[in-house]
């Protein structure tokens, strides 16, 4: 179905069931539903929220939902993994973002399928859709949208105490799965164990301001205690971080996991570039599903880190063999580069390997590392 055919759709559904008028944005890997209203639309998300979870469709007996909090636009996400695309619903504006390596095929092949399946008759009337508050008002008792509150508190728990409405449609008897906040407080006690084995500000500050001229160091004894170091500093301060190796392995994979898990509020992974084969016999996908499977993660935080860390890899069709940290910001750059791959080989057994710490523009790292592997025919950073 054609693409316009099924935004008329779109804004025809929602605007017959809660009089808001919506616009589709299509981008790449990426199909953006959001409200015309300059403000955004809360009574939006909740419709949104409601269509999503209803018995026909993701109901959260069923489906997984995580919250999350979005940096870039300060406002909180409820996010639902399925059929190899992420659904985010932007709580205060009531915007619906797709996401996918083949999104624009999973959007014309069932999204309109997805309208026709949500049957208004397993939640409440129309006129109650509408019908949202905020229980921790920011502004005199004004909802997100300037408006007064319609409803009074209802006393139940909805998106951990945010959103309160008056149909069971977020709550339902059941919590949203909580977000990294909360989730950090479950993580396995190998979480305390990294974090001791983390190099304290100011000897990183003296490591680093040798490094700069470049030498040979030791991969377990130094140059590992130094590259999950560099991150967790990075993750803290809120720096876009870029990840490149061509060979990683399971136990690194759960190092930069947990380190994001700790620096939940800030942590903020760009891309991560790596080959989809990693070697002859093991695949990303097998390590994936590795990671995916250990009990130490809650079926909350496996959608979490399917979301924050798998959907950030790139695969380049480039062969390459460069391996580098970077952590970007205010248009600057900082650059670990070393010969030592992201793999037990390098990090756990014997190995010295060659080092340097460099600093530059963004427009520089994208230019000197980033374009390198990745402007090929088919392929973008």
Known sequence: MDSLVIENHIKLFVSSKIDEEVSLDLKRECIVIKPMRRKGSTTLAMFWMKVLQSENLFPVSKFA???????????ETIMLSIEDVFLTVYMRTGTLMIHGTFVYDWFKRRFKDLMTLYDESVGFSVEEYGLVEQT????????????????????????????????????????????????IQDVYNGVEKLH????????????????????VRDGPTYIYELWKSLLNKWFTEGCKVYIATPLIDRNRIVNIID??????????????????????????????????DLEQYTTHQKL??????????????????????????DGAAEVLVTSACFHAKHFVEESYESLAFVKMSERQFREQYVDPITTTLGVDA
Do not use: W
Request: hydrophobic share 35%.
């Open 65 to 75: 939902y995580a919250k999350d909090f979005d940096n870039d636009t300060q406002q």
């Open 304 to 329: 979490l880190i399917e979301y924050k860390f798998f959907n950030k890899c790139c695969y380049p069709v480039k062969r390459y063999h460069c391996n580098y940290i970077a952590g970007v910001m």
């Open 196 to 215: 001791l084995d983390l190099i304290g500000t100011e000897d990183l500050h003296d490591r680093l301001g040798t490094l700069s001229l470049g030498c």
């Open 136 to 183: 921790r008002m920011r502004e005199e008792g004004r909802n997100a949208d300037g408006e007064p509150s319609m409803l009074v508190r209802t006393g139940e728990k909805a998106l951990d105490g945010e959103y309160c409405v008056k149909y069971p449609v977020v709550s339902s008897g059941v919590d949203i799965p909580s977000d990294m906040a909360d989730s």
């Open 259 to 292: 380190l994001m898990f700790k620096n939940k509020t800030t942590a903020n992974l760009e891309a991560v570039y790596l080959r989809y084969q990693l070697d002859d016999i093991t695949r990303i996908s097998d390590l994936k599903k590795e990671i995916l």
